[in-house]
């Protein structure tokens, strides 16, 4: 499975939309960011004719990378349910 993401700069801050692809999707593949296809993932009123508005795509990762890019825990990870105190 590939995934990439959508960070959408607005006039309240930015919004990260991730997006689940087609395997072999390649750039090229990836649709223009328009309004409609901000509102087709959730945006509530997209408006990217606006100065202060933009959006692109992020890196095309398959979901495998995304485990590899996560931090290293530092020790282990002790649970402390069913201790008795």
Known sequence: ???SHIAYH???GTDVLVVRL???TTES???PIDNPLL???G???PELEREDE????GPILAAGQLLRLRRPRSGKRRSKLGRSR
């Open 43 to 45: 945006v509530f009123q």
């Open 39 to 41: 509102r087709r993932l």
């Open 54 to 57: 933009s959006a692109e795509w």
């Open 10 to 12: 607005h006039r309240f």
């Open 1 to 3: 499975m590939l995934i």
């Open 22 to 24: 087609p395997d072999r």
């Open 29 to 31: 593949d990836l649709p």
